[in-house]
C-alpha cells in the first residue's frame, strides 16, 4: 500500500498535489512519502512481532539523510555496504551506530577501521582474506570486531539474473561448505568475536519457496555452530523481499516472516533483517515532464526530461515501472508509446511499449516505484545534474535534496 492516488483526476502524494511540487522545483524530481515509508517499517517491525529481530534498514536502496533519519526515528538500525554509508548513517543517525551492519566483498582497512571506532554491531565477512585483514586491523586498535560470515546456501532465487547473489557462481559470500572452517579458525585470531552468521540470496524476490531453502540451510548451520560452543547471537537474514512493479506478487511481510520464523525455530538468535526495497520502493515516484512527441514510421515516442541516469533500472535490468499522468484527461485514444529520455544511449528508454493516454509538451507523468535504487544509482552522465528530492508528509513537503547545480558538475576537478 502507498499514498500515491487520484484526488478529482489530479495524482497525490498523500496531500499535496504532485503538480504543485513540480511547478515549485522543478523537474524531473524524486518525491517520497512519510506516511508510507513509516507504514513499510511498522508492518515489518509488526510481522516479527515477538520474535526478537533488529531491523537494519538497506542504505543502499535509497541513502537520502532526511529517509535515513526518518527510519532511524522509527527504530531501525542500517546494513551499510561502504565507509560512505558509514558516514551517512553517523549523520543521520546523530552518530548512533550501535545497530549497524556492514556487508560487501571489498572492505577496505580503512573502513573496517571506521566501522570498529563507530563500534558497529556486526562485520558481515564474505572471503578468509577480508577475515584476516579484519583481526589484524581490530587487533591494532586492541578491540575485537565482532563478525559473522556471509554464507552462499547456493539456491536459486528466481530473481532478474542481475541481482541474485545466492546462487554457486556469484562474487558474495563464502561456500556453504567452508563457513564451519572459517569459524573454526577464528577461534585463534584474537581481533575477532564470532556474534553472527549472514546470508542474502538476492533482490525483488517473489517466491517464499527460496527464502525458506536458503534459512533451513543457514538455521541449521547456525545451530550447528552453537553446539560447537560459539557464543552466536545474530542470524542475519539478509534483505530481498519483493514488491509489485507491475503484476508481482510477494510474499506480504506477514507471510515472509511467517517463513522466516519457521525455518529458523530453534536457533535462538535474534534475527536481523536487512530490507531495502520493501520499504522505500512503493514510497517514492520520479516526476518528469514531457519535452516532445515523436513519432518515426514504427514508432511513437514521448521523450521526457528524466533519463536513464536519473532512473537507470530500466536500462540495466529490463525493469518495469509504471507511469502516470499526474493530470487525468479525456483528449482521445490512448496509443503506444516509448517514454525515452535525453541521454544520447538506445537503452534510454524509462517504459517500452506502453498504453498511455495522449500526452502533451509541458504536461508531468509520474514514474512508479521509483523509490528504491532510483536516486541511489543515479549518476551525471552526459553531464546532467542528478534530480532534486522532495519528502511529502501529510499536506506538507520540503526538499530534502537540492537539484545539483552546474558547478556541482566539475567541483574537484582541474582545467
Ligand atoms: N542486504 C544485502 C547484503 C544486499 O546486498 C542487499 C541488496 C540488501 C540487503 C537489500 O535488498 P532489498 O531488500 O532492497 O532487495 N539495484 C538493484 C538491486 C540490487 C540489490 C543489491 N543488494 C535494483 O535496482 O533492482
Same mark, same amino acid.
Given at each position: 500500500?502507498?499514498?500515491?492516488?487520484?484526488?478529482?483526476?489530479?495524482?497525490?502524494?498523500?496531500?499535496?498535489?504532485?503538480?504543485?511540487?513540480?511547478?515549485?522545483?522543478?523537474?524531473?524530481?524524486?518525491?517520497?512519502?512519510?506516511?508510507?515509508?513509516?507504514?513499510?517499517?511498522?508492518?515489518?517491525?509488526?510481522?516479527?512481532?515477538?520474535?526478537?529481530?533488529?531491523?537494519?534498514?538497506?542504505?543502499?536502496?535509497?541513502?537520502?539523510?532526511?529517509?535515513?533519519?526518518?527510519?532511524?526515528?522509527?527504530?531501525?538500525?542500517?546494513?551499510?555496504?561502504?565507509?560512505?554509508?558509514?558516514?551517512?548513517?553517523?549523520?543521520?543517525?546523530?552518530?548512533?551506530?550501535?545497530?549497524?551492519?556492514?556487508?560487501?566483498?571489498?572492505?577496505?582497512?580503512?573502513?573496517?577501521?571506521?566501522?570498529?571506532?563507530?563500534?558497529?554491531?556486526?562485520?558481515?565477512?564474505? &572471503?578468509?582474506?577480508?577475515?584476516?585483514?579484519?583481526?589484524?586491523?581490530?587487533?591494532?586498535?586492541?578491540?575485537?570486531?565482532?563478525?559473522?560470515?556471509?554464507?552462499?546456501?547456493?539456491?536459486?532465487?528466481?530473481?532478474?539474473?542481475?541481482?541474485?547473489?545466492?546462487?554457486?557462481?556469484?562474487?558474495?559470500?563464502?561456500?556453504?561448505?567452508?563457513?564451519?572452517?572459517?569459524?573454526?579458525? &577464528?577461534?585463534?585470531?584474537?581481533?575477532?568475536?564470532?556474534?553472527?552468521?549472514?546470508?542474502?540470496?538476492?533482490?525483488?524476490?517473489?517466491?517464499?519457496?527460496?527464502?525458506?531453502?536458503?534459512?533451513?540451510?543457514?538455521?541449521?548451520?547456525?545451530?550447528?555452530?552453537?553446539?560447537?560452543?560459539?557464543?552466536?547471537?545474530?542470524?542475519?537474514?539478509?534483505?530481498?523481499?519483493?514488491?509489485?512493479?507491475?503484476?508481482?506478487?510477494?510474499? &506480504?511481510?506477514?507471510?515472509?516472516?511467517?517463513?522466516?520464523?519457521?525455518?529458523?525455530?530453534?536457533?535462538?538468535?535474534?534475527?536481523?533483517?536487512?530490507?531495502?526495497?520493501?520499504?522505500?520502493?512503493?514510497?517514492?515516484?520520479?516526476?518528469?515532464?514531457?519535452?516532445?512527441?515523436?513519432?518515426?514510421?514504427?514508432? &511513437?515516442?514521448?521523450?521526457?526530461?528524466?533519463?536513464?541516469?536519473?532512473?537507470?533500472?530500466?536500462?540495466?535490468?529490463?525493469?518495469?515501472?509504471?507511469?502516470?499522468?499526474?493530470?487525468?484527461?479525456?483528449?482521445?485514444?490512448?496509443?503506444?508509446?516509448?517514454?525515452?529520455?535525453?541521454?544520447?544511449?538506445?537503452?534510454?528508454?524509462?517504459?517500452?511499449?506502453?498504453?498511455?493516454?495522449?500526452?502533451?509538451?509541458?504536461?508531468?507523468?509520474?514514474?512508479?516505484?521509483?523509490?528504491?535504487?532510483?536516486?541511489?544509482?543515479?549518476?551525471?552522465?552526459?553531464?546532467?545534474?542528478?534530480?532534486?528530492?522532495?519528502?511529502?508528509?501529510?499536506?506538507?513537503?520540503?526538499?530534502?535534496?537540492?537539484?545539483?547545480?552546474?558547478?556541482?558538475?566539475?567541483?574537484?576537478?582541474?582545467?
Amino acid at each position: 500500500m502507498n499514498h500515491f492516488a487520484y484526488k478529482r483526476g489530479a495524482l497525490f502524494a498523500e496531500d499535496v498535489p504532485l503538480a504543485e511540487i513540480a511547478n515549485a522545483v522543478g523537474t524531473p524530481t524524486y518525491v517520497y512519502s512519510t506516511a508510507t515509508l513509516t507504514r513499510h517499517v511498522k508492518v515489518m517491525q509488526q510481522a516479527f512481532g515477538h520474535t526478537p529481530h533488529l531491523v537494519c534498514y538497506s542504505v543502499k536502496a535509497n541513502s537520502n539523510l532526511a529517509i535515513l533519519r526518518l527510519l532511524h526515528e522509527a527504530g531501525c538500525g542500517f546494513d551499510i555496504v561502504s565507509g560512505g554509508e558509514l558516514a551517512r548513517v553517523r549523520v543521520a543517525a546523530r552518530a548512533d551506530t550501535s545497530r549497524v551492519v556492514f556487508a560487501g566483498v571489498g572492505k577496505t582497512a580503512d573502513e573496517m577501521a571506521q566501522a570498529l571506532d563507530a563500534g558497529i554491531l556486526l562485520f558481515n565477512v564474505e &572471503s578468509e582474506e577480508e577475515l584476516l585483514l579484519l583481526d589484524k586491523v581490530a587487533r591494532e586498535k586492541g578491540v575485537r570486531a565482532p563478525f559473522g560470515i556471509r554464507v552462499n546456501p547456493h539456491v536459486d532465487a528466481r530473481t532478474h539474473r542481475h541481482i541474485a547473489t545466492g546462487l554457486k557462481t556469484s562474487k558474495f559470500g563464502v561456500p556453504f561448505e567452508e563457513a564451519r572452517a572459517l569459524y573454526q579458525r &577464528s577461534r585463534r585470531l584474537k581481533g575477532l568475536w564470532a556474534r553472527g552468521l549472514d546470508c542474502h540470496i538476492g533482490s525483488q524476490l517473489t517466491d517464499s519457496a527460496p527464502i525458506r531453502a536458503a534459512l533451513a540451510r543457514v538455521a541449521g548451520l547456525y545451530r550447528a555452530l552453537v553446539a560447537q560452543g560459539f557464543a552466536l547471537q545474530y542470524l542475519d537474514i539478509g534483505g530481498g523481499l519483493g514488491i509489485t512493479y507491475k503484476e508481482e506478487t510477494p510474499p &506480504s511481510p506477514a507471510e515472509y516472516a511467517r517463513v522466516v520464523v519457521e525455518a529458523t525455530r530453534g536457533t535462538g538468535a535474534t534475527l536481523v533483517l536487512e530490507p531495502g526495497r520493501v520499504v522505500v520502493g512503493n514510497a517514492g515516484v520520479l516526476l518528469t515532464r514531457v519535452l516532445y512527441r515523436k513519432k518515426t514510421p514504427t514508432r &511513437s515516442f514521448v521523450i521526457v526530461d528524466a533519463g536513464m541516469n536519473d532512473l537507470i533500472r530500466p536500462a540495466l535490468y529490463e525493469a518495469h515501472h509504471e507511469v502516470r499522468p499526474v493530470r487525468r484527461h479525456s483528449r482521445g485514444r490512448t496509443g503506444r508509446v516509448d517514454v525515452v529520455g535525453p541521454i544520447c544511449e538506445s537503452t534510454d528508454v524509462l517504459a517500452k511499449d506502453r498504453v498511455l493516454a495522449p500526452v502533451r509538451p509541458g504536461d508531468l507523468l509520474a514514474i512508479l516505484s521509483a523509490g528504491a535504487y532510483g536516486m541511489s544509482m543515479a549518476s551525471n552522465y552526459n553531464s546532467r545534474r542528478r534530480p532534486a528530492e522532495v519528502l511529502v508528509n501529510g499536506d506538507a513537503w520540503r526538499v530534502i535534496r537540492q537539484r545539483e547545480l552546474y558547478e556541482d558538475l566539475w567541483r574537484g576537478e582541474t582545467p
